[in-house]
């Protein structure tokens, strides 16, 4: 959330959820897959082509694995989904025990949106590799983008047990005691996150839009809004377009008009947000100028 949630793996996007609804869930998915994860995986998947070598020399065709997983690893950053797809796929052919290559293909389908199907190769790699937190986190944040929060929520909770100190992962579940509308729980989250990373911008960001937003007036707090909104901006060096966003509505939400206009007019100049968070961000500007705040509503 957070002007739009803020959640896993900033990279790869999808679809207000007026009602947690698919309004809801498309602003929030976006976030949801957009925090941490496909900020790790470039770099994960370039490690992978050290790490399956030794496969490679297990292998009648070591050079032909190599350049597969260095191809796909390539693909994967220059935002050529399908080709690293298929260059995992033949890897996978070669081995179909590497839960490397099915994470790696996992997190390209992610980036395309194909969430059943990353879901589908995350599994097979959490079944191959159970001490893999970070393909339980890649899988919870994908649970969470299709509203699967139960789901989410238990693999978030595998991989804080593995990684108890990750403040990304601790956000992201707090997203989704959000849209179970448990919101002492994602407070929870959301703070226990800070305490473990204070320069976390998620967190940050989840706590400003929370408070900010939230139907239940006692845990709207404008106050506390606007400081957190403002240290997620500092945090992220007032580059993200969401974490503006965020600091409009906690401006609204304190009831000052003036700058939750100035810092929505803001957010709506990056280049960073896609056409549906465009509109949003226009929608929430003009119920600024009529001096009303902007609340979450969600689906009974």
Same mark, same amino acid.
């Given at each position: 959330?957070? %002007?739009?949630?803020?959640?896993?793996?900033?990279?790869?996007?999808?679809? $207000?959820?007026?009602?947690?609804?698919?309004?809801?869930?498309?602003?929030?998915?976006?976030? /949801?897959? @957009?925090?941490?994860?496909?900020?790790?995986? #470039?770099?994960? /998947?370039?490690?992978?082509?050290?790490?399956?070598?030794?496969?490679?020399?297990?292998?009648? *065709?070591?050079?032909? /694995?190599?350049?597969?997983?260095?191809? %796909?690893?390539?693909?994967?950053?220059?935002?050529?989904? =399908?080709? +690293?797809? +298929?260059?995992?796929?033949?890897?996978?052919?070669?081995?179909?025990?590497?839960?490397?290559?099915?994470?790696?293909?996992?997190?390209?389908?992610?980036?395309?949106?194909?969430?059943?199907?990353?879901?589908?190769?995350?599994?097979?790699?959490?079944? &191959?590799? #159970?001490?893999?937190?970070?393909?339980? @986190?890649?899988?919870?944040?994908? !649970?969470?983008?299709?509203?699967?929060?139960?789901?989410?929520?238990?693999?978030?909770?595998?991989?804080?047990? &593995?990684?108890?100190?990750?403040?990304?992962?601790?956000?992201?579940?707090?997203?989704?005691?959000?849209? @179970?509308?448990?919101?002492?729980? +994602? &407070?929870?989250?959301?703070?226990?996150?800070?305490?473990?990373?204070?320069?976390? =911008?998620?967190?940050?960001?989840?706590? %400003?839009?929370?408070? *900010?937003?939230? #139907?239940?007036?006692?845990?709207?707090? %404008?106050?506390?809004?606007?400081? +957190?909104?403002?240290?997620?901006?500092? !945090?992220?060096?007032?580059?993200?377009?969401?974490?503006?966003?965020?600091?409009?509505?906690?401006?609204? $939400?304190?009831?000052?008009? @003036?700058?939750?206009?100035?810092?929505? $007019?803001?957010? /709506?100049?990056? =280049?960073?947000?896609? $056409?549906?968070?465009?509109?949003?961000?226009?929608?929430? &500007?003009?119920?600024?100028?009529?001096?009303?705040?902007?609340?979450?509503?969600?689906?009974?």
């Amino acid at each position: 959330m957070g %002007g739009r949630l803020s959640v896993v793996a900033e990279g790869a996007g999808i679809c $207000e959820v007026k009602l947690f609804s698919r309004k809801w869930l498309a602003r929030n998915s976006v976030r /949801l897959v @957009k925090n941490i994860h496909l900020q790790v995986c #470039p770099l994960f /998947l370039l490690f992978a082509v050290i790490a399956n070598s030794s496969i490679a020399e297990e292998t009648n *065709a070591p050079s032909r /694995l190599d350049k597969l997983i260095f191809e %796909g690893a390539t693909n994967f950053t220059k935002g050529d989904y =399908d080709k +690293a797809i +298929a260059d995992f796929s033949t890897v996978i052919q070669f081995d179909p025990t590497n839960a490397m290559a099915f994470f790696d293909r996992g997190s390209a389908y992610r980036a395309k949106g194909e969430f059943e199907k990353s879901i589908e190769d995350f599994s097979k790699s959490i079944q &191959l590799n #159970p001490a893999s937190a970070l393909a339980f @986190k890649s899988r919870a944040s994908d !649970f969470s983008a299709i509203g699967e929060f139960d789901k989410a929520i238990s693999d978030w909770n595998e991989g804080l047990r &593995l990684n108890p100190n990750d403040a990304l992962a601790l956000a992201s579940r707090g997203v989704c005691f959000n849209g @179970k509308q448990q919101f002492d729980e +994602a &407070l929870k989250d959301d703070y226990q996150a800070i305490r473990i990373d204070p320069k976390c =911008d998620a967190a940050w960001n989840n706590l %400003g839009w929370l408070r *900010a937003t939230c #139907p239940v007036g006692s845990i709207r707090n %404008g106050r506390e809004a606007v400081d +957190a909104a403002t240290k997620a901006c500092e !945090f992220s060096n007032w580059k993200k377009s969401s974490r503006v966003d965020t600091l409009a509505a906690a401006f609204a $939400e304190a009831g000052d008009f @003036k700058q939750a206009i100035k810092f929505q $007019e803001q957010a /709506l100049e990056f =280049d960073d947000a896609n $056409e549906k968070e465009r509109k949003e961000m226009q929608n929430r &500007l003009a119920l600024y100028q009529t001096q009303k705040p902007f609340r979450e509503t969600y689906q009974q």
